[in-house]
């Protein structure tokens, strides 16, 4: 073992970092030599990793933790370093739970459940100690040729000016399909229904949304699209006898109601994708237990991290 150390020490055209790989690799030194020469191999190790290497050299080469520093380029005085920092087990174990439970939560919403409960963490700690676990969200953004923009005149200013409704379309474990209509409060990012049904018509749409209205208020002005059940002749007159403008999108253009949108896909990431539905009564009863948690616990940063019922008037939509 000796005689391999006195190789790599005679070898002028190898660097220090690559007799650290030498030594590590456990391989023919004199075969690899010639091809490692002049090569420069990186070291983006963090000090637990590299003291971890110190004590197998240390341990398979008999030599000084002097000479296993120098070798990786590692200062001793790191080496002997003994943490002081109090054990973060308690913590590890309380992220590992919330992102069990809610598989969609990158770490800034982590950390905000993480305050309300009382814990003293910041945001860089919780973001290190997700990263570890590998509790990280990897979100693959589509390439687009052309950047949407919403349009500026639809931005809510106040609340109970706006609402958005849509139809999101998903299935029961036995393949039959369900519509589901999804309503949202454009400016406090409140959802007062989520109906799933098998058929929607243009009058069940109305039914629905006067059962929502005489509970919260009618809004000033609905946002739909330019589907047949918002453009029938029950919606247009149900809206004019209580006063309210129906805003339809341009064909084709999804980004002018860019917020009922962004609600379906937060929607079917953190409800849809994560239930089977046997039933149409199933489906229901999770769809209500998702909404109460979307209004009463979760965070949204939009609103700083408040929660929608808590800014709820009522007798407002």
Request: charged share 30%; aromatic share 8%.
């Amino acid at each position: 073992m000796k005689e391999r150390l006195a190789d790599v020490d005679a070898e002028d055209g190898a660097s220090l970092r690559v007799k650290w790989h030498l030594l590590t690799s456990r391989v023919d030194i004199q075969r690899l030599l010639p091809r490692a020469a002049g090569r420069t191999i990186p070291l983006a190790l963090r000090s637990a990793r590299k003291r971890t290497l110190v004590d197998g050299m240390r341990a398979d080469w008999q030599v000084s933790i002097r000479r296993a520093c120098e070798v990786i380029r590692f200062d001793p005085r790191t080496y002997r370093y003994k943490s002081r920092r109090l054990g973060q087990a308690a913590f590890e174990q309380r992220i590992r739970e919330i992102c069990q439970t809610r598989v969609r939560f990158g770490y800034r919403r982590v950390h905000v459940l993480l305050r309300r409960e009382g814990w003293e963490i910041n945001a860089k700690k919780t973001y290190r100690i997700s990263k570890e676990l590998g509790m990280q969200l990897r979100n693959k953004t589509p390439t687009r040729r052309v950047k949407a923009k919403p349009r500026d005149d639809r931005k809510a200013i106040a609340h109970g000016q706006s609402a958005g409704r849509d139809f999101v379309h998903d299935q029961l474990a036995t393949g039959r399909k369900i519509r589901v209509l999804t309503v949202v409060d454009t400016f406090l990012r409140y959802v007062p229904v989520l109906d799933a049904r098998f058929t929607y018509r243009g009058e069940d749409v109305v039914a629905t949304l006067e059962q929502i209205c005489q509970r919260t208020g009618y809004p000033a002005t609905i946002r739909v699209d330019q589907g047949s059940e918002f453009i029938s002749k029950g919606m247009d007159l149900w809206a004019y006898a209580n006063d309210v403008i129906l805003d339809f999108s341009h064909p084709g253009k999804p980004t002018d109601n860019a917020f009922i949108e962004a609600f379906n896909g937060r929607f079917r990431a953190e409800c849809l994708n994560a239930h089977w539905f046997m039933s149409l009564e199933d489906a229901a009863e999770k769809l209500e237990a998702w909404r109460r948690d979307y209004n009463e616990e979760r965070p949204h940063g939009a609103i700083g991290n408040k929660v929608p019922a808590d800014l709820m008037e009522p007798r407002k939509f």
